[in-house]
Structures are given as C-alpha cells and as structure tokens.
C-alpha cells in the first residue's frame, strides 16, 4: 500500500462552488483534488484511495447517489459526504441509509465543510491504519512461513525481505545453485503491493540467443519468418509486477543494452515496432556469480550492475547454516509427505548426524530431494546416507558444537523454549542443558 497524503477529492459543477469550497480547505490546510463530474471522479478512486470524497448530489450526467454505489462497490469504507439543496433532504436521508458518511444542506459555511470534512478523513486515516497494520502482519506471516531458518544469516536474509518488499526498487539476489534465490524472489513480490500483478521468472541461461529479444521485448506480427501473430513479450506481462531474471550473468551482451534502456525509461518497443510501450514493473536479478567481479572484468555491463544493484540479499549456502538442516528437513518431509499421500518418516539421530555432516553441493534443493526420497523409502544409497565422507576442512569438534546447536535449538523450539521440557526430551538434567545454552550462546532460544 503506497502511502500519500489524505485529501478531499471535491465533485462540483458550478465552478463558482467548486472555486469557493477549494479555498476554504486551502484556508485550513487541508489537500483538495476537484473536478466538475461524478465520471471524472471514478476515475480517480481506487480501493484503499488516501482520501474522502465530497459530492453534490445533483450533477450532470452521473449524479451524487449513483456516484455513492459506485465508490462503495470499490471500497465500502470510503466515506462520502454529498451536498443537498433544499429540496433534497429525503434523497439525502436515504443516501445516509445506502451508507453516505454524512451530508451537508447547501447553503452551508466554510466552517461547516471543514469541520465535516475532518471527521471523514480522520476516519479515513483510521481504515487505511488498520489495514496497512493488518497488511503487514499477514506480509510478516508469509516471510516467516515461506523463508525457514533460524540461524543469524537467514534472520538476515528475512530481516531484509520485510525490509524491501515495500520499495520498488530493483534487488539483486547472490547466492549458490539450489540456495532459493526464486523463493526469495517470490517472496518480495507476495509482500509487496505488486502482488496482485505477475510474477514472471525468466531464466537468462535457459533462453536460445536467438529467441532471447522476442521472448523478452515481444514482437509485431510480421517481425521475422514465423512471427505470424502479435505476441506479448515478458517484460510487458510482468507490467504492474515483478520480473525475476534468473542467471543474470548470461544475459547476452547486446541484449543488456537493451534491458538497460528498459530499466531506464521504462518503456519498450516490441520487434518489429517503433512504438514505445510503457512498462512499469520491478526488476529483481539473481546470479550464482560475483557480478561486481564480472563487470570489472568487461563480462558484464558495468551500468546494468549498478542499475540492478540498488539492493542486495546475499543468501548463505547450507554448509554454512547447518543448525537450520533439522528445521528444513522437518518441512520438506512433511511436504512431501502430504504431496505423495505416504507418512513422513522418523528420522534418528544417526541419520540426522550424517544430514548435518554432509557437505550440501546443491544446497537446500538437495536436502529437499533428500527428504522426498525418505519420504519415498528409495533414500538408502543416495548421500549423505550413501557418503560417509566428512566435508572438507569440517573438524570433528565443529560437527559435535554444529550437531549440539541444531538438536538443542530443535527441542527448545518444539517446547517453546521451556528449559525444563526440553531437558527432559534430550534425557540431559537441567543445568548441563543450561551451561551447553550458554556455551553456544543460544539463549534467545529460552522463552
């Protein structure tokens, strides 16, 4: 919900009225937009308008009590406030029944507007709240619930999320194959005021250089051999949205020209076209590489880095977040579970041990593929459970404290941090419990 300042949106057709009404709200500060039509009205509002709207009731064309079903069909909490002549009481008692916030008997003062005028908006001001509130606890769930993990870096990453959804501006998403780049993408976009628009996720590798300008920018029936029909391209359906570009680095050179031009004016021109097409969509990249480094290295257009790199979320790989592997696992197991029909499987310590010591190459969609394996009953020679070997550089000390956090965080999380229950589910007395939270400085895990 982008937030601007609450007006008056002021419906005269006598200009004389109109004129004198403005400059009442201007004498009391008070933002007035004003046209001479219910028509040109509509037009203007929308639901969650950052205004009130005060109408006569009798205007040309479409009049004030039509005027009022239709504003209450796009929002029903957006008040109205009609003006009446003398002879309009009834109507006006009947436009309070349909549900007008209030209305005024011409002939009326200044005083009288203003005074109206501020108890609707002040109402107003308290519905758009709520829901900008209740917005944001329901973008807050979503955020929690889609990005797993409890570690320092994934709080980061969430932190971030919550952070950037509501700006438009571009991001730029670095991390490993598998470590969901596209969920975080997703995630943006849900959280943000775009959601109602297209999600359209490009993979920039995926795409023959060839078909790369058509499936991007569209095209003009006639552009080339074959183009028989007008086709939209990507970034005109992600318009009011988001475009994902995933393994941006591939992106051919001439075509980052373009995409740069894109970002820029924000209009483009399909193939075979020379008129521009205004596009207003974020941009959020993904890239398994150091792109900063590619740029300095002539691989990558240095204008297009920065013009992706307004924002950045560096998502950690999971060799590095291995107390979050038991958190994970748990999710994709019952995932799973409910996509195949078939009960999740108990998974013991020794098997979680080798979970936590495995390397993780492809990351979280590895440990995914893991868990519907075990879920499938097919997971026996598959690693980690078919590789007993330890990560490289990963000590046996370190894989003891890394397996004490993840099974102490795991207990506690289940008992909502209640010392005492989580103790006794990991059959350890109570105080060796604490001095081991206190080792690896879990205690904002202890409700």
Known sequence: MIEQKLHALLIEDDPNVLYGCEQAFYIDEIAT???????????????????????????????????????????????VILITGHGDVALAVQAMKDGAHDFIEKPFTPEVLVDVTRRALEKRALVLEVRRLRQQLQDRDYIEHRIVGGTPGMERVRRLVREL???????????????????????????????????????????????????????????????????????????????FLDEIESMPMVLQIKLLRVLQEKTLERLGSNTTVPVDCRVVAATKHDLRKLAEEGR????????????????????????????????????ASASYGRPAPQITPARMRQLMSHNWPGNVRELRNVAEL????????????????????????????????ALIR????????????????????????????????LGGEVR
């Open 33 to 79: 937009v004003g046209v001479d039509s219910a028509e040109k009205a509509l037009r203007l509002v929308h639901p969650d308008y950052p205004g009130v709207i005060i109408s006569d009731i009798r205007l040309p064309g479409m009049d004030g009590m039509a005027l009022l079903r239709e504003v209450h069909a796009l929002d029903a909490d957006l008040p």
């Open 165 to 243: 959804a509501p700006i438009h501006a571009s991001v730029l998403i670095e991390g490993e194959t598998g470590t969901g780049k596209e969920l975080i993408a997703r995630a943006l976009h849900e959280a943000s005021d775009r959601r109602g628009g297209n999600f359209v996720a490009i993979n920039c590798g995926g795409l023959p250089e060839n078909l790369f300008e058509s499936e991007m920018f569209g095209h003009e029936s006639g552009a080339f051999t074959g183009a028989s029909k007008r086709r939209i391209g990507k970034i005109e359906h992600a318009n009011g949205g988001t475009l």
């Open 300 to 335: 990558f257009r240095t204008d297009l880095y920065y013009r992706l790199n307004v924002a950045r979320i560096a998502l950690p790989p999971l060799r590095e977040r291995r107390e979050d592997i038991p958190l994970l696992f748990e999710h994709f197991l019952l995932q």
């Open 374 to 405: 075990c879920v499938l009953g097919i997971e026996a020679d598959a690693p980690p459970f078919g590789d007993s070997r330890n990560p490289d550089g990963f000590s046996l000390p370190e894989t003891i404290d890394v397996f004490e956090r």
């Open 410 to 441: 795991e207990a506690l999380r289940k008992h909502d941090g209640n010392l005492v229950l989580a103790a006794q589910a990991l059959q350890i007395p109570k105080t060796t419990l604490r001095d081991k939270i206190r080792k690896l400085e």
